[in-house]
C-alpha cells in the first residue's frame, strides 16, 4: 500500500497542470479514467483552479489520499469545521469567519425522491445529514456535514472502490468514459465491469429559486476510526484494481462499519473568482462574491437551503436520491476585516542567464488507424532572456498567503510550440520558514510572450501562519526522460524527433524529470 502511494506522491509533485499526464499516469495506474465532458456537468460545476484539478485526478485513487493530504498540509477549513468545536485548538481570526448551525437541534430531513433499487430505498430509511458550522474564505463556502449510517455510503463506496452504490456501464458505454474511447482490455473484453460513482452532490438553493453547486463531502480523513477499518479493507484485498467480487465485499464490510456509526467532514463549494449564472436565458460568469452579496442580507449574512443528490450519468442523467436538508447561512462580510500583512519581494525582478535545458512539447496525432494517439518531442533551448518579475508580492492573513502576482516573459525568438512546451511544464515549489509546502496557482497570457502567475498558498496550518518570515518560491521545469511500454521496453526520445506512443494495449507511461532552479528564487518577507 505504501509503494503505490508513494508512486502517486511522486506523481503529484512531477505532473502539475499538465493534463495529458495527468491522463496517462492515471491510465496506466489502471485506477480511474479521464471522462468527457458531460453536459449536465457543465451547467451544475463552477470552473475549478487549478489545484482542484490536480486534486480531482490524484485523490480519485483512494489508497493516495491519506498520504498526498499529509505533503500537501491541508488543515484547512474544511478540517477546521470538522473538528468538535469544544475540543479544537481555537483560532480568534478564523472563529470569527465562522457562522454556527441555524440550531442545535438535528434537522429533519425530508427526501424528495428515491430510485426503487433496494440500497437506496435502505439508504433513504435511515437517511440524516445534521448541518454544522459555515464559513466563507471570500472565494469559497464551506459547511460541516455529520452523516449518519449509510447515509455515508456513496461516499465511502467512492473511496473505496465499492460498488453497493455505483453503477455498472454497460460495456458498450464504456468508451465514452475514456479519451478517444482507448479502453483497457479487461473493461473491453468483460473480465472486470466498470462502475460510474453516484456520490452525494450538496446544493445551495436560494430563496428566489436560483441554486448553485455545493460540492461534495471532503476530509473524511479526520475520522480515524473510518481510517482503520479502510486500511483493513486494503490489507485484505489488496491492491487496486477490485474484481468484482472485492467491490462488493468491500462494500458488505463498510455497510456493517456504517450501521450506528456516522461520519463527519464538509462541503466545499468550489467556486473560485468567477460564478456561471443564468441572465435572460444565458449563461454569463458573474463574480462570485458579488453574485452572492446579491442574495445576502444587509449585514452580509447569506441564507440558502440546502438540497442533497446523489447522481449518477449513466445511462443518462438519474438521481438516485434527494432530499432537503435544512438552512445554513454564511457571514459573506466577515473576511474583510481580517489582519493583513503585507509581503515584500527581497528584488523586482530575476533574469536567467545562459541555461540550456530541453522542453517537452506533448499531442494527440491521427495514426494510421484512424486513432488518436499520444506523441512527445524534446526542443533543446536555452532560458537565457526569461525573466520573472514580482508584479504584487501579495499579503498573509488568517487563511493563507494569498495574491502573490508574478510576470513571466518568455526569451524573444522562441517559437510558439517551444513556448507551449514551456508553459504546460512550469510550475513553482517553495518554502516558507523551511519547511516544503505545495504552491497552487491559476495563469494567464497577458501578451505572447508574457504570462501571469497568481499564486495563492492557502494549506498552511493555522498555527503556523501568524510565524511567517520569509517565503521562497522556486520555479521548476519538469522534463520526460522516457517512455515505458509494459515492464520492460524503454524508450529514450532524441532531441527534435517526434516519439510516437505504439497503437498497444499495454501500459504506457512516461518517466520524467524536474528540475529546481534554485539559483532563480523568489524571496518574500512579511513585513513583521
Not at 444565458?282 to 442533497?308: F, Q, S
Request: negative net charge; proline residues 5%; aromatic residues 10%.
Amino acid at each position: 500500500m505504501k509503494h503505490r502511494s508513494e508512486q502517486i506522491l511522486s506523481f503529484a509533485e512531477n505532473e502539475l497542470i499538465e493534463k495529458e499526464s495527468i491522463r496517462r499516469a492515471v491510465l496506466s495506474e489502471k485506477h480511474e479514467r479521464q471522462k468527457k465532458p458531460i453536459a449536465w456537468t457543465k451547467i451544475l460545476l463552477p470552473v475549478a483552479a487549478c489545484l482542484v484539478l490536480l486534486c480531482g485526478a490524484v485523490l480519485a485513487i483512494p489508497k493516495a489520499r491519506a498520504e498526498v493530504f499529509r505533503w500537501f498540509r491541508i488543515e484547512r477549513p474544511e478540517q477546521y469545521l470538522t473538528e468538535d468545536p469544544e475540543a479544537r485548538v481555537p483560532n480568534e481570526q478564523i472563529d470569527s469567519l465562522i457562522v454556527p448551525p441555524v440550531s442545535d437541534e438535528p434537522t429533519a430531513n425530508k427526501i424528495l425522491s428515491v430510485d426503487s433499487e433496494p440500497i437506496w430505498q435502505r439508504i433513504a430509511e435511515g437517511f440524516q445529514v445534521d448541518l454544522g458550522e459555515t464559513m466563507y474564505d471570500g472565494k469559497q463556502l464551506y459547511f460541516a456535514v455529520t452523516l449518519h449510517g449509510l447515509t455515508a455510503l456513496p461516499e465511502v463506496d467512492a473511496y473505496t472502490g465499492g460498488s453497493a452504490t455505483q453503477t455498472r456501464v454497460p460495456t458498450e458505454q464504456i468508451g465514452e468514459f475514456f479519451e478517444d474511447g482507448k479502453v483497457p482490455e479487461e473493461y473491453k473484453n468483460g473480465l472486470m465491469s466498470f462502475f460510474e460513482e453516484s456520490m452525494g452532490q450538496y446544493f445551495l438553493h436560494f430563496a428566489d429559486g436560483t441554486e448553485i453547486n455545493g460540492g461534495f463531502v471532503s476530509a473524511l480523513e479526520s475520522n480515524p476510526d473510518f481510517m482503520a477499518a479502510l486500511d483493513r479493507n486494503y490489507d485484505e484485498y489488496g491492491e487496486d484494481p477490485l474484481s468484482d467480487a472485492d467491490r462488493e465485499a468491500i462494500s458488505m464490510d463498510s455497510i456493517q462499519w456504517l450501521s450506528g456509526n456516522t461520519l463527519t467532514g464538509a462541503v466545499v463549494c468550489y467556486t473560485g473568482d468567477t460564478i456561471p449564472v443564468r441572465e435572460n436565458g444565458e449563461t454569463v460568469m458573474r463574480d462570485t462574491h458579488d453574485y452572492l452579496r446579491e442574495h445576502a442580507d444587509e449585514n452580509g449574512i447569506l441564507t440558502a437551503e440546502v438540497i442533497y443528490r446523489a447522481i449518477s450519468t449513466i445511462p443518462d442523467v438519474t438521481v438516485h436520491l434527494e432530499a432537503e436538508i435544512g438552512t445554513v447561512r454564511f457571514n459573506l462580510d466577515a473576511v474583510n476585516n481580517l489582519e493583513k500583512n503585507a509581503l515584500s519581494a527581497a528584488s523586482d525582478s530575476v533574469a536567467f542567464g545562459p541555461l540550456p535545458v530541453k522542453l517537452t512539447y506533448t499531442e494527440w496525432i491521427k495514426t494510421d488507424y484512424d486513432d488518436s494517439t499520444f506523441s512527445m518531442i524534446n526542443l533543446p533551448a536555452d532560458l537565457n532572456g526569461l525573466t520573472i518579475a514580482v508584479e504584487n508580492a501579495g499579503y498573509i492573513d488568517a487563511l493563507g498567503i494569498h495574491d502573490v502576482k508574478l510576470l513571466v516573459t518568455l526569451p524573444d525568438g522562441w517559437t510558439e510550440q517551444m513556448q507551449t512546451a514551456f508553459m504546460r511544464n512550469f510550475y513553482y515549489e517553495g518554502e516558507i520558514n523551511g519547511e516544503r509546502y505545495f504552491f497552487a496557482y491559476s495563469r494567464e497570457s497577458i501578451d505572447q510572450r508574457v504570462y501571469r502567475f497568481t499564486i495563492e498558498i492557502t494549506n498552511i496550518p493555522y498555527d503556523s501562519i501568524d510565524k511567517i518570515k520569509t517565503v521562497r518560491i522556486i520555479p521548476s521545469l519538469q522534463t520526460r526522460t522516457e517512455m515505458r511500454i509494459g515492464s520492460d521496453t524503454r524508450i529514450v526520445p532524441k532531441d527534435n524527433e517526434r516519439l510516437v506512443e505504439p497503437y498497444a494495449n499495454e501500459d504506457v507511461h512516461w518517466t520524467c524529470e524536474h528540475t529546481l532552479f534554485n539559483d532563480y528564487t523568489i524571496v518574500l518577507s512579511s513585513q513583521d
